[in-house]
């Protein structure tokens, strides 16, 4: 019949999934009777970790809320500590110690950005957890991240913010800071958001960015993350997912290459590759994902692969998930580079 343990996180993702018709897909998947599944959602429900609505042909489940808390914070003389210690961090106490470090990690992270870059008086930070997962929403109403990295950068337009914060090691504070908070930030997480302005950047654990342009018009910038509770990821690995081995230093990023292909556009133009490649010469590695880009121009991959990394030698570009029309214009790039 499978491990109650098991099966009791199932019907917890079945439920985050798509709350109908449960009991039935449950039952589908495990071999069981419909009686049987009903007897381990009953179970949850007893225990107050699911909520149920309707009648027993057409019932709706939810996840139900275990512990939440929120809190407005003034940010003149706040310390991000201050925020984890007394809010956030008694509602995961519980949970494993990776877990309760990528949230100590994140919390803070984003706090301090903040405190240091938003402007704002004050900070909104609001936490809940059910039995799958935690979130936690971190809001300011400062001037807007997207439009503050746009104004210090001198960038077109504040798209190419997120192209640059999906890159890593950007800060408009270098002195006092590294630029790599939520770079690794939204990393660590299984869903990270940031929205500001009408543009929403999102990261998920499957290493997936991309951009959505969000009617609602956030003021400020807010932050949303998301971590399963019983999550295996730990900060110090992730870390060492984009060090080299030689230094554990920050030297290697990937890069979601449709960050620069805005809507109903082609990535066919030199500028367009100088714009991705703005600050690859941080890094010792950049790896370059092509998921979701269709196909490039000559002009484009020949100002990325061959003028970038002739001026560039002691940067290495790679390439992943390229179709064949796009591995061909790379392959006719590099090819030139070599003679």
């Given at each position: 019949?499978?491990?109650?343990k098991m ?9 985050a ?5 449960v ?10 009777s ?5 007897t381990?959602?009953?179970?949850l429900?007893?225990?107050?970790l699911?909520?149920?609505e309707g009648?027993?042909r ?6 139900a ?12 003389g706040?310390?991000e500590?201050r925020?984890w210690?007394?809010?956030?961090a008694p ?7 990776n877990?309760r470090?990528i ?5 803070t ?10 402007g704002?008086?004050?900070v909104f930070?609001?936490i ?6 935690t ?12 439009l503050k990295?746009?104004?210090?950068l001198g960038?077109y337009?504040?798209r190419?913010a997120?192209?640059e ?11 006092n800071?590294?630029g790599?908070?939520i770079?690794?930030?939204?990393r ?6 940031i ?7 999102v990261?998920t654990?499957?290493?997936i ?6 009617p609602s018009?956030k003021?400020g910038?807010h ?7 019983d ?6 690995k ?5 060090a080299a081995p030689?230094?554990y ?8 290459v ?12 030199r ?5 991705l490649?703005?600050?690859f ?17 000559q002009?484009?991959?020949?100002e990325l692969?061959?003028?970038f ?10 390439s992943?998930?390229?179709?064949k ?11 030139k580079?070599?003679?």
């Amino acid at each position: 019949m499978g491990d109650k343990k098991m099966i009791s996180r199932r019907i917890l993702t079945l439920i985050a999934e798509n709350s109908k018709d449960v009991a039935k897909r449950l039952a589908g998947e495990f071999g069981f009777s419909r009686q049987t599944a009903n007897t381990h959602i009953k179970a949850l429900l007893e225990n107050g970790l699911i909520i149920a609505e309707g009648n027993t042909r057409a019932r709706i489940y939810s996840l139900a809320t275990t512990n939440e808390q929120s809190k407005l914070y003034q940010l003149s003389g706040l310390e991000e500590d201050r925020v984890w210690l007394e809010l956030t961090a008694p509602v995961v106490k519980d949970l494993p110690e990776n877990v309760r470090d990528i949230w100590r990690y994140g919390i803070t992270e984003m706090v301090n950005n903040a405190i240091d870059h938003s402007g704002s008086p004050f900070v909104f930070v609001h936490i809940t957890r059910n039995a799958l997962y935690t979130d936690c929403w971190v809001m300011d109403e400062g001037e807007g991240i997207f439009l503050k990295i746009q104004k210090e950068l001198g960038l077109y337009d504040p798209r190419e913010a997120i192209l640059e914060l999906a890159k890593g090691k950007l800060t408009t504070d270098p002195k006092n800071h590294t630029g790599e908070g939520i770079f690794f930030t939204s990393r660590v997480f299984d869903q990270f958001s940031i929205f500001s302005g009408k543009l929403r950047f999102v990261h998920t654990n499957s290493q997936i960015d991309f951009l959505i342009e969000d009617p609602s018009d956030k003021q400020g910038t807010h932050v949303f993350m998301r971590l399963f509770n019983d999550s295996d990821r730990t900060v110090q690995k992730v870390f060492n997912e984009f060090a080299a081995p030689e230094d554990y230093t920050f030297s290697k990023t990937v890069v979601p290459v449709r960050l620069a292909q805005y809507e109903g556009e082609k990535l066919v133009s030199r500028s367009q590759a100088k714009r991705l490649y703005q600050r690859f010469e941080r890094f010792r590695y950049v790896v370059l994902d092509f998921e979701g880009v269709l196909e490039i121009g000559q002009a484009f991959a020949d100002e990325l692969f061959r003028v970038f990394s002739t001026e560039h030698p002691n940067v290495e570009l790679t390439s992943i998930n390229a179709n064949k029309m796009v591995t061909q214009m790379i392959d006719r790039a590099t090819s030139k580079r070599e003679r």
